[in-house]
């Protein structure tokens, strides 16, 4: 995470990374019924990770 957040939202320093993060993100949310498709879930947490709101969620979630 440190690293798509110090590359920017989308993580502009390693596309490869957020690429990854996208799919396992977009698997979780799918797999924990937030989407109703793996394919929705992966545009959902693609649409996090461009408004680099990953790191703020994160944080919220640990905090619970």
């Given at each position: ?15 490869e ?8 993100a977009g698997?979780?949310?799918y ?18 990770l ?7 969620l ?7």
């Open positions: 995470v440190g690293r798509l957040r110090a590359g920017g939202p989308a993580g502009d320093r390693d596309p990374g957020a690429s990854a993060v996208g799919l396992n698997a979780a949310i797999v924990g019924a937030a989407a109703s498709s793996y394919q929705e879930g992966v545009e959902r947490a693609r649409d996090v461009r408004a680099g709101d990953a790191l703020r994160l944080e919220q979630i640990r905090l619970k």
